[in-house]
């Protein structure tokens, strides 16, 4: 059996593991472009996704029948999360990595407000600053994307919200069931909503949902991006299981570290003055936000 600290590093190895193979993915995503309709792009993610993980639960006895309510939040964790997706491939077709993924880092803001606001959980003055001071750092990478790309450089924003509501959803069904039997009913979820999608759209000249059959060049990034997005989310899971959230949660910032490397060797791109400041100030608010919510969790109770 592995003791704690054997845990807790594993965990840790896990999780920097996710933050090289995120980037990796949208790096992929990046390279197909516009030259595949980013539905299809979307739901390939997932094909993949529920394909090589619904064997392994099925092999080890992982899965079980959800009934008519769990059903109903497996379909909203997937709509949240094609959405989430779909909206930051587009994104990523317009603007360098780094910048989309530090924009989207101000998840980690909207999920403590909306704790605050859905699930009355305390927020102090000193960490309401601290979430407006990520924000103002999205607003100071979103401005001169916003010059060039107009309206998308918005849309990692909104990726950002329906992934914090997809955590919050994640919270409350993660205690109930193996970390891999949840990644393959959110694959099949998306899934299934993905496919009749674009099965309508077939034809109609909507260019996100209008898929054809990709060349042979794009079909292998295709490939390439669902087994590595596949990869990446195992290895969250699992680093949430090992070690806890508040020792975790830090080491996400590596994504931009891993984006910037891979955006400047495969792109040629390298974040502007105005973006590495936004970077800083979201990533300095951003571990405050951790700390103190570790120093919270640890503090004791007062007594009666």
């Known amino acids: 059996m592995m003791d704690n600290a054997g845990r807790m590093s594993l965990g840790i190895l896990l999780m920097i593991g996710f933050c090289v193979l995120a980037p990796l993915q949208d790096s992929f995503a990046k390279l197909i472009g516009g030259a595949v309709a980013v539905g299809l792009v979307a739901a390939t993610r997932f094909l993949f996704q529920a394909g090589l993980l619904l064997p392994v639960a099925m092999t080890f006895g ?16 997937g709509a949240l999360l094609l959405v989430a997706t779909a909206f930051f491939f587009t994104a990523l077709r317009f603007m360098p990595i780094a910048d989309a993924i530090a924009i989207f880092f101000v998840e980690p803001f909207i999920l403590t407000l909306l704790g605050g606001l859905l699930l ?54 993660a205690t109930r069931m193996h970390p891999i039997t949840l990644q393959v009913y959110t694959g099949l979820a998306a899934l299934a909503l993905a496919a009749p999608l674009l099965w309508v759209f077939k034809g109609s000249g909507f260019a996100p949902l209008d898929a ?14 669902g087994v590595v997005a596949t990869l990446s989310h195992v290895c969250l899971s699992f680093a949430l299981s090992l070690a806890p959230a508040s020792l975790l949660a830090p080491l996400q910032y590596l994504e ?21 400041a936004g970077i800083v100030l979201i990533v300095a608010s951003g571990l405050f936000v951790f700390l103190r919510e570790r120093h919270l969790e640890r503090r004791p109770t007062p007594q009666p």
């Open 120 to 173: 009355g959980e305390p927020i102090g003055p000193r960490r309401y600053i601290a979430c407006g001071v990520g924000f103002a750092g999205a607003l100071l990478i979103i401005q001169p994307s916003f010059q060039e790309v107009g309206a998308v450089a918005f849309l990692p924003l909104v990726t950002a919200l329906c992934f914090a509501f997809y955590m919050i959803l994640t919270r409350q069904m």
């Open 256 to 276: 931009i570290v891993s984006a910037t490397v891979l955006g400047f060797y495969i792109f040629g791109d390298l974040p502007d003055g105005l973006s590495v």
């Open 62 to 77: 992982w899965l079980h029948r959800p009934g008519r309510r769990e059903i109903g939040l497996h379909l909203l964790r």
């Open 212 to 225: 054809s059959w990709p060349t042979p060049d794009m079909l292998r990034l295709l490939v390439a991006l």
